[in-house]
């Protein structure tokens, strides 16, 4: 098993950024693949961005040039810096993590999720 708890989200004005991370207890990190997914309210949760334990990245059309996920494998622990927010970027923020190939899917461990909230 394993726990993933994300921190970090609140609210920033558009323009601004923060980094969440994603923290996780219970096995040795490495060999998982971790994603970031957010959920808008009245939305389907949408894939933001991944990285696999080798240390390959992928991410959304949507937040490419503006996010950068990175890992943390002594600290057990993944970040995504935002950059450049928009409003449209508000919606809680979810860690997940597998083992395996895949981005978008396929993810075995989700956290509870982190708020972010971008205002105008």
């Known amino acids: 098993q394993v726990q993933l708890v994300e921190s970090g989200g609140g609210l920033v004005q558009a323009g601004g950024s923060l980094r969440l991370s994603c923290a996780a207890s219970?096995?040795?990190?490495?060999?998982?693949?971790v994603g970031w997914f957010r959920q808008a309210p009245g939305k389907e949760r949408e894939f933001v961005a991944a990285t696999t334990s080798s240390g390959n990245t992928v991410y959304a059309d949507s937040v490419k040039g503006r996010f950068t996920i990175s890992r943390d494998n002594a600290k057990n622990t993944v970040f995504l810096q935002m950059n450049s927010l928009k409003p449209e970027d508000t919606a809680v923020y979810f860690c997940a993590a597998r083992l395996g190939l895949g981005y978008e899917s396929g993810y075995d461990y989700w956290g509870q999720g982190t708020q972010v909230t971008v205002s105008s």
């Open positions: 219970g096995r040795t990190f490495s060999p998982y693949s």
